[in-house]
């Protein structure tokens, strides 16, 4: 703190005596204009987050979450994924997580199966953080799946991946990251009812022949 | 568990299959009434849920009637105790937003679930509610919220900070009394909820900056668990640094030990965030670079992807201002050239070509041919500008240079990457006379198939201006009147402006110009016949005019010498009438200066980070601003412009800052003034200047500035002899004078009467380095050689306790201002003695190098050798005079004493 002592005294000494009474006259009457060289200095003020996509091996959408309205329409969005999907098909990001930054964003990604996972964050952002959080919502799609991580499991466990989503970010704001805590959260609560999609389907696929099964979906 | 095996035995054959297949809206919206059912069956309304998300997921849209039936819908199903169904219940409310008059109907629910014992509808009522809510329900749940941001719950608790940091943007008054339970949050044991509780309260307080920093100060003392919240923790605190360091111009950063120790932190998130934090000062020194940069290199060779692109892009970023402290890490960087990964090739690219010194300037072309073309035109754009700023620095590699550019200029690419080339070749031909024939000719081979019409006529205006300035103008002509035959309209035009710029300089060409000119005449296009007939008159091809006066060639070529915004309003403002149009009257004066926002970093940096060093350095725009004041123009050639120095405190009302532009017998004070109060508008403003402590000044002139209305900055300037090329010193205290108006916030008026009034602003100094600039030389041991021993000058200084010998380094370089070269200024850690090499250019345009040899002992003590080699033997006792008789070592000396 004995910096800031002195800097405080530097600053009231700086102030000649008639601007200061002048000061205070005039800054109880309106508010005090707000800094605007701070605030364009700070950088984001907490790790934020552009969206989250999931897409399938021909870049169609599994699930998706879009926290920023850097994508205004539909139309923006899937020119996006369509954009990141292309760029990232032909890299191998099945071991290790990958990174690529474009049109100022920095997309960090995974692969397995048939699923690409992304997660995007502004080009300012600590990628480490991105990662993190990446592979939080890898891991913790693998414990709900338990290990069946393709698209089809996926699919017929939306509802889990939907939750799983929800609670890895709320508003572009890390909630958690532990694939674990997020994992069960998931999962924990629908166990005893068992409202998973898959269910169902199983009940009349055994029933009924495959092409016929949609439809009965939707009765 | 045994059901997934089952499935898959089930569905082997069948890929495209899909839950969701041949779904469709109409039938899911009619499928949603069993929420309506009497019996709720919580397993098949979940799926229905489901398949609703599916569809918004998707991008159906629900129209409102759609949305608002599935909303009323939907509350219905609060009456399950289902918990798996009421987790589908809360998402689907988020996804539908429901409009304010809608919110109503789940309040209570929501409100209920708020206060259940079950954590999990605590936390996700929390999150639910403070999405929809407006203001005025938000005090009715002020107080839950209060309460469940203390919940022993980790899940509630950052639920109910996250909502917390959400509100504070539509509601911060309400948000802003939290701030008690807030601060004991922050003390939780939960990783997470000390995270979003350091999140939120420095939201809540960043307008306070006294507050700020006292936060930063007790929390770096180590109570901060998670990686996250340390990477919050020193963002703020980088902030804390940034802002002190605004007021106090030198001396040690506070806090930056806690910074250095982040580089040691065993989660990779800290390391980067730290070691980004400290590249990031403002001024950073190179003992504050050494440790980031050594953490970094170690990344650089790491096995994941996401680490060595962290660390190659900081470095990248390090590399654009100190490119020597990067040149450590140049054999891991050479060996990223090769990364799968296509944007850390890249960025390792650029970097290498920052920091690569001449003799590896071939290979590296090399290694990138190969590289150009896998490549997006994203990143071979980044690469262009790169291999620009090389040449411009080794102007003697400019044949393989210039060459690559040609090769890829040949290469399919989009606009703006061709655009680059064109743009970086421009810039080569005028600032490298040798690349001139070279480049012009490479310009005429782009022209000839070129299917921008943007760029062939850029080229053209180019060739006109510089083609006849050249040994062998004709054998532009061809490329010339090619494009006269084969183009659109608008690239003819452009080159019959050309023919005619060629004809009107080269007597010789003159009358093959007239007949290729004529020709032009039967053009389809107006402008083009437009132009020839014009040309062909102005030049007098009928004989009429024998010599081509000068009025004609300042038609041709000269270039207009007003602002286009100016020339634009002057013509709007002009009515039709027997009066001509006066060009003449036009103000040449440019309104607004946009230079003194320098500081503040652009909302968009460039993505790769491409050096500033383009065609316009701020040296340029001074120069021009300075050649715009007659006053100034007598005063010769412009030496240095000083970096801005801040005469007043951050946020005060009035915010001043000084250049220092250093003439040979004159220098000028240009204050760039900032009036932050709405309600005031300044008139004639000056700076009295108060030279008593500067006896060898004398002020001779001073610009005021007319008006200064709020929030737009406007310069003032004062100017002083000196004695002509010398390094003259002194002390100048300064006051600012002007004339208040109060302005009316309503209308922008002021009134009439004004006040004046006066403040007082800090003192500025005049010192020795501010008459040396920073040039640096490649190889300094052939030039301190070829420079010889004739006026070498070496003496021997104590310099005193010193608390390391990087801090000693720093201390002299700074003081003599120049520049250090090969790396020097780094020192090793725990070195004993290290010899720092410093070439710089001296008022006069006197050459300077120094060699400085340091030596510490065990008490810390400093000795330091100063070996001077100049062109002139006054310039070299100069040198030592600087050192001997400067203040801020034996300053130094006494502050490290006093602090201990």
């Known amino acids: 703190m004995r910096g800031f002592g002195r800097e405080l005294s530097r600053v009231w000494s700086a102030v000649p005596k008639a601007s200061f009474v002048r000061y205070l006259t005039m800054r109880t009457v309106v508010d005090p204009p707000v800094s605007l060289s701070l605030v364009s200095f700070t950088e984001e003020p907490y790790p934020s987050f552009k969206n989250i996509l999931l897409l399938d091996s021909e870049g169609k959408r599994v699930a998706v979450k879009y926290y920023a309205d850097d994508w205004p329409t539909q139309a923006a969005k899937l020119a996006f994924e369509k954009s990141v999907f292309t760029k990232t098909q032909k890299t191998n990001a099945r071991t290790e997580a990958e990174i690529a930054m474009f049109d100022g964003y920095i997309v960090v990604y995974k692969f397995i199966q048939d699923l690409h996972f992304f997660v995007t964050g502004g080009d300012n952002e600590n990628e480490l953080i991105l990662s993190t959080v990446l592979q939080g919502f890898f891991d913790a799609v693998g414990l709900i799946l338990r290990n069946n991580v393709d698209k089809r499991t996926a699919l017929e466990n939306l509802d889990l991946i939907l939750l799983c989503l929800d609670e890895i970010i709320d508003g572009g704001i890390i909630l958690e990251t532990e694939a674990s805590v997020i994992a069960g959260k998931t999962t924990s609560d629908s166990l005893d009812g068992m409202s998973s999609l898959s269910e169902q389907t199983i009940s009349q696929a055994l029933a009924t022949a495959r092409e016929h099964l949609a439809r009965s979906l939707l009765k | ?900």
């Not at chain 2, 020193?234 to 806090?255: A, H, K, W």
């Not at chain 2, 040609?406 to 399919?412: A, K, P, Q, V």
């Not at chain 2, 070279?438 to 299917?451: A, K, N, S, V, Y």
């Not at chain 2, 009316?744 to 800090?762: F, I, R």
Request: net charge negative; aromatic share 8%.
């Open chain 2, 1 to 900: 568990m045994a059901q997934p095996l089952v499935k898959k035995d089930d569905d082997q054959e069948d890929e495209e299959y899909s839950p969701f297949l041949g779904i469709e809206k109409g039938a899911v919206l009619q499928e949603a009434r069993v929420f309506n059912d009497p019996q709720l069956d919580a397993r098949r309304c979940s799926q229905v849920i489901t398949k609703l998300l599916y569809l918004l997921n998707q991008g159906e849209t629900f129209t409102k009637v759609e949305a608002t039936e599935v909303f009323f819908a939907v509350t219905k199903l609060f009456q399950s105790k289902d918990t798996g169904l009421r987790r589908m219940v809360y998402l689907m409310i988020k996804e539908i937003s429901p409009s304010a008059d809608e919110v109503i109907i789940v309040t209570s629910s929501l409100m209920k679930d708020m206060n259940s014992k079950t954590d999990m509808y605590r936390a996700n009522a929390i999150r639910v509610l403070c999405r929809i809510t407006d203001g005025t329900l938000l005090t009715q749940i002020e107080r839950y919220l209060k309460q469940a941001i203390v919940d022993k719950n980790p899940v509630v608790a950052s639920a109910a900070l996250v909502s917390g940091i959400h509100l504070l943007q539509t509601n911060p008054e309400i948000v802003k009394r939290w701030t008690n339970e807030v601060q004991e949050a922050i003390q939780s044991r939960a990783a997470l909820v000390q995270f979003h509780a350091l999140a939120l309260l420095h939201q809540i307080r960043q307008s306070d900056r006294l507050a700020v920093s006292k936060l930063v100060t007790s929390l770096t003392k180590g109570s901060v668990r998670s990686p996250l919240a340390q990477c919050l923790l020193i963002r703020y605190t980088s902030q804390v640094i940034r802002d002190s360091s605004m007021n106090s111009q030198t001396g040690e950063r506070p806090l930056s030990d806690y910074l250095e120790a982040c580089l040691r932190h065993k989660a990779d998130m800290v390391i980067v965030e730290a070691a980004r934090a400290i590249t990031e000062f403002s001024g950073v020194t190179s003992r504050e670079l050494t440790p980031a940069i050594t953490v970094l290199q170690l990344f650089l060779s790491s096995s994941k992807p996401v680490l060595r692109f962290a660390a190659v892009r900081t470095l990248n970023k390090v590399a654009m201002t100190h490119p020597l402290a990067v040149t450590n890490c140049n054999i891991d960087m050479e060996s990223l050239i090769s990364d799968q990964n296509r944007s850390i090739a890249t960025l390792a690219i650029t970097t290498l070509l920052k920091t690569g010194n001449e003799s590896s300037v071939d290979r590296l072309m090399k290694q990138i041919s190969n590289f150009m073309s896998d490549i997006a035109d994203e990143f071979k754009i980044v690469v262009v500008d790169a291999i620009r700023s090389l040449c411009l620095k080794f102007p003697l590699k400019h044949r393989s240079l210039m060459n690559f550019l040609s090769n890829i200029l040949r290469e399919e690419g989009g606009f703006e990457y061709k655009k680059a080339i064109i743009d970086s070749i421009v810039i080569l031909i005028r600032d490298i006379p040798e690349a001139k024939e070279t480049g012009l000719f490479q310009l005429c081979e782009f022209i000839e198939d070129c299917e921008f019409t943007y760029l062939s006529t850029q080229v053209l205006h180019f060739l006109g201006n510089e083609g006849p300035k050249t040994s062998d103008p004709s054998k532009y002509i061809r490329y010339i009147y090619n494009r006269v035959i084969l183009e659109n309209a608008t690239v003819r035009a452009a080159a019959v402006s050309t023919l005619a710029k060629f004809g009107s300089i080269v007597e010789s060409l003159k009358p093959r110009i007239f007949v290729l000119l004529r020709r032009c005449l039967f053009d389809s296009d107006d402008e083009v016949r437009d132009r020839a007939t014009l040309y062909l008159n102005t030049l007098g091809w009928d004989g009429s005019v024998g010599e081509i006066d000068k009025g004609v060639k300042e038609f041709l070529f000269g270039a207009l010498d007003v602002p286009l915004v100016n020339l634009e309003a002057s013509l709007r403002s002009y009515e039709p009438s027997e009066e001509p149009f006066d060009l003449s009257a036009v103000p040449k004066e440019v309104k607004s200066q946009p230079l003194t926002e320098k500081k503040a970093p652009s909302k968009k940096p460039p993505s790769f980070g491409v050096s500033a060093n383009g065609p316009t350095s701020p040296i340029d725009a001074y120069e021009k601003l300075l050649s715009s004041i007659p006053e100034f123009s007598s005063f010769g050639q412009l030496f240095k412009s000083s970096a801005p120095v801040e005469l007043t405190e951050a946020e005060t009302e009035y915010a001043v800052n000084v250049v220092k532009h250093i003439f040979s017998g004159h220098i000028v004070f240009q204050y760039n003034c900032t009036n932050t109060i709405p309600e005031q508008l300044l008139e004639n403003v000056v700076v009295i200047v108060d030279a008593s402590d500067a006896e060898e000044f004398a002020e001779v002139t001073s610009k005021p500035l007319k008006t200064l209305p709020y929030d737009s900055p406007g310069q003032t300037f004062v100017a002083f002899k000196k004695p002509d090329g010398l390094p003259s010193t002194g002390r100048f205290s300064n006051l600012l004078k002007f004339i208040v108006k109060e302005v009316d916030p309503a209308t922008g008026e002021a009134e009439e009467e004004g006040v004046e009034d006066e403040y007082q602003l800090e003192d500025l100094e005049v010192v020795a380095a501010d008459y040396m600039l920073r040039v640096s030389v490649l190889n300094f041991k052939n030039a301190w050689e070829s420079m010889g021993p004739d006026y070498e000058r070496i003496d021997e200084y104590g310099l005193g306790v010193r608390e390391s010998l990087a801090e000693a380094v720093t201390a002299v370089i700074n003081i003599l201002g120049m520049q250090p070269c090969e790396g020097t200024d780094v020192v090793p850690n725990n070195a004993r003695s290290h010899t720092c090499l410093l070439s710089g250019v001296f008022i006069g345009n006197v050459k300077v190098l120094v060699r400085l040899s340091f030596g510490i002992d065990g008490p810390k003590q400093v000795a330091m050798k100063l070996a001077v080699r100049s062109e002139d033997e006054a310039i070299s006792d100069a040198i030592h005079e600087i050192v001997a008789n400067d203040e801020a070592i034996s300053d130094a000396i006494h502050e490290i004493v006093a602090n201990g």
